[in-house]
C-alpha cells in the first residue's frame, strides 16, 4: 500500500528563472501553488548552505510548493523592483503575491519550518501532517477490529519515515491483534535505535510483555472461584488479574493488582507494582484507568 502525498515530478519542482521568465515562473505559477523565489549568487557563500536545504525542504513536500531560483547577478532589474538588499533572500509567493520571507542562511529546522507554513498558506498540508491523519486512520481500524488493514496502513507510514514511533507501536499492536506475537516483537526489535526509548515503543514492549502472558492465562471463572475461597491466596489474584486483563477487562484486573499490593506490597518481589506500571505503560496516558490507578496506588506508596 502507498500513501498519496500528492507527489510532483522532482524536475517540476524546482527550476532557475529568468528577468524574461519571471512573471511565468513565479507569479502566474503561484495562482495554483506557493512559489519560493531564492535569490541567490554564485559568490555568496551562505548561499550555498542555504539553497540545497531550500530544495531539500521542498522536495519533502511533495508538490505543496514549488521553488523558483534567481540569479541576481543576471536579473538585476528583478532584485531592485522587490529591493533586495542582501543575499541569500527567500520569498514566498502565493496568488501573484509575496506572503513570506526571510534573509540570511537558515538552520534546516527553520527552513523546514518555513516551507511547512508556505504550505499552509497555500491551504496544503506537509507530509508530516498528513501521516498524522493516516495514523489517526490506521488507529481507528485497529479499535474497529480490522488488524490487517491497520497493519498495512501502517507500514505504508513506515515506508514514507521509517523512524515514525507512532507508526511502529501500531503497527506491533496490530500484529499482536492478529495473535503475531512473535511477528510483533521482531517488528519492534527492528525499530530504529533513535526511537527506541520513545513513549510509543516502550508501550508496545509492555503490550507484547501483557500479549504473551494472556497467552498463558488461566480460566477466569475458575481464578475467580478460587480468590472467593481465599481472598489471602495472592497467587491466584495475581493469576486472576492477568486472566482479566487478557478478557479485556483491563480495570477489574488494575482492581484486584491494588488490591493485592494492599495486602502485601512485597509479595514475589513487588509483582504486583511491577504488573500494574506494565500496564499502565502498555494504555494511553490519559486513560482514566491509568489515572485512577496511578492515584490509587501513589497514595498508597506514601501512605
Same mark, same amino acid.
Given at each position: 500500500?502507498?500513501?498519496?502525498?500528492?507527489?510532483?515530478?522532482?524536475?517540476?519542482?524546482?527550476?532557475?528563472?529568468?528577468?524574461?521568465?519571471?512573471?511565468?515562473?513565479?507569479?502566474?505559477?503561484?495562482?495554483?501553488?506557493?512559489?519560493?523565489?531564492?535569490?541567490?549568487?554564485?559568490?555568496?557563500?551562505?548561499?550555498?548552505?542555504?539553497?540545497?536545504?531550500?530544495?531539500?525542504?521542498?522536495?519533502?513536500?511533495?508538490?505543496?510548493?514549488?521553488?523558483?531560483?534567481?540569479?541576481?547577478?543576471?536579473?538585476?532589474?528583478?532584485?531592485?523592483?522587490?529591493?533586495?538588499?542582501?543575499?541569500?533572500?527567500?520569498?514566498?509567493?502565493?496568488?501573484?503575491?509575496?506572503?513570506?520571507?526571510?534573509?540570511?542562511?537558515?538552520?534546516?529546522?527553520?527552513?523546514?519550518?518555513?516551507?511547512?507554513?508556505?504550505?499552509?498558506?497555500?491551504?496544503?498540508?506537509?507530509?508530516?501532517?498528513?501521516?498524522?491523519?493516516?495514523?489517526?486512520?490506521?488507529?481507528?481500524?485497529?479499535?474497529?477490529?480490522?488488524?490487517?488493514?491497520?497493519?498495512?496502513?501502517?507500514?505504508?507510514?513506515?515506508?514514507?519515515?521509517?523512524?515514525?514511533?507512532?507508526?511502529?507501536?501500531?503497527?506491533?499492536?496490530?500484529?499482536?491483534?492478529?495473535?503475531?506475537?512473535?511477528?510483533?516483537?521482531?517488528?519492534?526489535?527492528?525499530?530504529?535505535?533513535?526511537?527506541?526509548?520513545?513513549?510509543?515503543?516502550?508501550?508496545?514492549?509492555?503490550?507484547?510483555?501483557?500479549?504473551?502472558? %494472556? =497467552?498463558? /492465562?488461566?480460566?477466569?471463572?475458575?481464578? +475467580? #472461584?478460587?480468590?472467593?475461597? *481465599? @481472598?489471602?491466596? $495472592?497467587?491466584? &489474584?495475581?493469576?486472576?488479574?492477568?486472566?482479566?486483563?487478557?478478557?479485556?477487562?483491563?480495570?477489574?484486573?488494575?482492581?484486584?493488582?491494588?488490591?493485592?499490593?494492599?495486602?502485601?506490597?512485597?509479595?514475589?518481589?513487588? %509483582? =504486583?507494582? /511491577?504488573?500494574?506500571?506494565?500496564?499502565? +505503560? #502498555?494504555?494511553?496516558?490519559? *486513560? @482514566?484507568?491509568? $489515572?485512577?490507578? &496511578?492515584?490509587?496506588?501513589?497514595?498508597?506508596?506514601?501512605?
Amino acid at each position: 500500500m502507498e500513501l498519496n502525498l500528492g507527489a510532483a515530478p522532482a524536475d517540476d519542482l524546482i527550476k532557475d528563472t529568468t528577468e524574461a521568465t519571471f512573471m511565468a515562473d513565479v507569479v502566474q505559477a503561484s495562482q495554483d501553488v506557493p512559489v519560493i523565489v531564492d535569490f541567490w549568487a554564485p559568490w555568496c557563500g551562505p548561499c550555498k548552505t542555504l539553497g540545497p536545504m531550500l530544495e531539500d525542504a521542498v522536495r519533502a513536500v511533495r508538490g505543496a510548493v514549488k521553488m523558483v531560483k534567481v540569479n541576481v547577478d543576471e536579473a538585476q532589474n528583478i532584485a531592485g523592483q522587490l529591493q533586495i538588499q542582501s543575499i541569500p533572500t527567500v520569498y514566498a509567493f502565493y496568488k501573484g503575491q509575496p506572503v513570506d520571507g526571510f534573509q540570511g542562511a537558515l538552520p534546516g529546522s527553520e527552513v523546514k519550518a518555513f516551507v511547512d507554513r508556505v504550505v499552509k498558506q497555500g491551504g496544503g498540508e506537509a507530509p508530516g501532517d498528513q501521516l498524522a491523519e493516516a495514523v489517526e486512520a490506521a488507529e481507528q481500524m485497529l479499535e474497529e477490529g480490522a488488524a490487517v488493514d491497520a497493519a498495512q496502513t501502517f507500514a505504508a507510514i513506515l515506508g514514507e519515515d521509517p523512524a515514525h514511533a507512532g507508526a511502529y507501536g501500531g503497527l506491533v499492536r496490530a500484529h499482536i491483534a492478529m495473535g503475531e506475537i512473535d511477528k510483533a516483537e521482531a517488528i519492534l526489535n527492528g525499530a530504529p535505535a533513535e526511537i527506541s526509548k520513545t513513549a510509543e515503543l516502550e508501550a508496545a514492549h509492555a503490550q507484547i510483555e501483557l500479549a504473551r502472558q %494472556a =497467552a498463558d /492465562a488461566g480460566p477466569v471463572a475458575e481464578l +475467580e #472461584a478460587a480468590v472467593e475461597a *481465599d @481472598p489471602a491466596n $495472592l497467587q491466584a &489474584r495475581f493469576d486472576l488479574a492477568q486472566a482479566l486483563y487478557a478478557g479485556g477487562r483491563v480495570q477489574e484486573a488494575v482492581d484486584h493488582l491494588l488490591d493485592l499490593f494492599r495486602r502485601d506490597r512485597e509479595w514475589n518481589d513487588g %509483582a =504486583a507494582k /511491577a504488573q500494574l506500571f506494565t500496564i499502565f +505503560e #502498555a494504555l494511553k496516558p490519559n *486513560d @482514566p484507568v491509568v $489515572l485512577n490507578g &496511578r492515584r490509587k496506588l501513589s497514595s498508597m506508596i506514601f501512605a
